[in-house]
């Protein structure tokens, strides 16, 4: 009996390394879905006026940066001491061509 035990014992290190291995490429997998989700739905970018690649994509953005310029110019007139001599700074709508994959 020991040495059935014995010649087992190499499949059951194989068998548990592989089950490790997968469990490590699936912890990367879904690490990867996590932060490709936020940096397209949550994180603003700059580049693109500081909306979402998704709100860009789908029109959103539009709406988005049309509010934002409604709002500074609402602020200026409400408080133009506030922004002194400088001019308010207007969001411009820009049209972004996005790579999908």
Same mark, same amino acid.
């Given at each position: ?5 014995? %010649?087992? !014992?190499? @499949?059951?290190f194989s068998e548990d390394r592989?089950? #490790?291995? +997968?469990?490590?490429?699936?912890? &990367? ?12 739905? %949550?994180? !603003?970018? @700059? ?7 998704? #709100?860009? +994509?789908?029109?959103?953005?539009? &709406? ?18 506030r922004w002194g001599s400088q ?15």
């Amino acid at each position: 009996m020991e040495a059935t035990t014995f %010649e087992r !014992l190499p @499949s059951i290190f194989s068998e548990d390394r592989a089950k #490790e291995e +997968r469990g490590k490429e699936d912890l &990367e997998a879904e690490l990867y879905r996590q932060i490709r989700r936020w940096y397209n739905t %949550e994180h !603003l970018h @700059s580049s693109i006026g500081y909306v979402t690649p998704n #709100e860009m +994509r789908s029109g959103k953005a539009y &709406e988005i940066l049309n509010k934002r310029n409604e709002v500074m110019e609402a602020a200026k007139i409400q408080h133009p001491e506030r922004w002194g001599s400088q001019k308010s700074k207007v969001l411009k709508i820009i049209k972004a061509y996005l790579k999908a994959k």
